[in-house]
């Protein structure tokens, strides 16, 4: 019997939370959910993303999930409440997962403006650790770049140079890639960076939690990457995710078309 989870973002940024979770087993049937037509969401309010989480939790009450993985920081740090109250079934999520595994004092968060303006992470953080100090840059421009379908690594570079400048100039031991999306340019980053400063990518925290959770048999660990058991739904622009899954996971699927039903 497979396990059934829901997995949503505003695009791609999920399939980091995604590969995470393939990479440990194969015991699970995925629903992955771009909200596509309402990307990015790092840059609505707050009051916008509670708005957004209920019509996301709307479309997953009748897919008879056992749990749901929480793909969007900044859904996570806006409207964890409802998800969680909700749906009724385990949800697992970035920010207190990965805030539970830091082991440095001075801690850099690449996020987008909503999460960093939320405090989220810099509350999540310092309550799991004493004397910490937190310096979070917000990302504006990134989530946009990523999702263009030929990266353009000039843009990427001035960027990254422009993110990183003042995490640096606080000599930060550890980065927390407070977006979906940056894992997906991991390498890039790690370029930037001191060999001695770590990239901490919060997929791999949650994934852990859920696997603490849904225990794993010896027959249902990890032996090869397979998205024979995902299935994929978006909100807008169904031909332009299709290319995107292929560029990325290098997979051929179906993409769905669904309508969350609002204009925010």
């Known amino acids: 019997m497979k396990i059934k989870v829901g997995i949503f973002d505003s695009g791609i940024g999920g399939f980091t939370i995604l590969n995470s979770l393939l990479k440990t087993r194969n015991d699970v049937e995925v629903i992955y959910l771009a909200d596509t037509k309402r990307i990015p969401f790092g840059n609505k ?19 008879n999930l056992d749990a749901l993985l929480i793909a969007c920081n900044t859904t996570n740090a806006c409207a964890l409440d409802i998800l969680e109250t909700s749906l009724g079934i385990p949800c697992f999520e970035l920010i207190n997962s990965v805030s ?7 801690i850099g968060v690449l996020a987008t403006q909503t999460t960093v303006r939320s405090s989220y992470y810099k509350n999540a953080l310092s309550s799991k650790k004493e004397n910490l100090k937190i310096f979070q840059q917000e990302c504006p421009e990134f989530v946009s770049e990523i999702e263009k379908e030929k990266l353009n690594i ?13 995490l640096l100039n ?7 890639l407070g977006c979906s999306h940056y894992p997906l340019i991991y390498d890039f980053l790690r370029k ?26 010896k027959i249902d660990r990890y032996e ?39 204009n925010v």
Do not use: G, M
Request: charged letters at 35%; proline letters at 2%; a positive charge.
């Open 154 to 166: 000039k843009k990427l570079n001035y960027l990254s140079d422009l993110y990183l400048r003042p």
């Open 45 to 63: 309010n707050f009051k916008e993303i509670r708005f957004i989480a209920k019509e996301i939790c709307t479309f997953f009450e009748d897919k």
């Open 170 to 176: 606080n000599n930060v031991e550890e980065l927390i």
């Open 224 to 262: 090869s990457l397979s998205y024979d058991n995902v299935k994929f739904f978006v909100t807008s622009k169904k031909d332009e995710f299709f290319k995107k899954v292929k560029i990325w996971l290098e997979i051929n699927k179906e993409i769905r078309l669904v309508n969350l039903r609002s």
């Open 100 to 106: 539970e595994i830091v082991s440095k004092q001075i």
């Open 192 to 217: 930037k960076l001191d060999t001695n400063i770590k990239i901490i990518d919060p997929s791999e925290a949650l994934i852990k939690k859920f696997n603490e959770s849904f225990s794993i048999t």
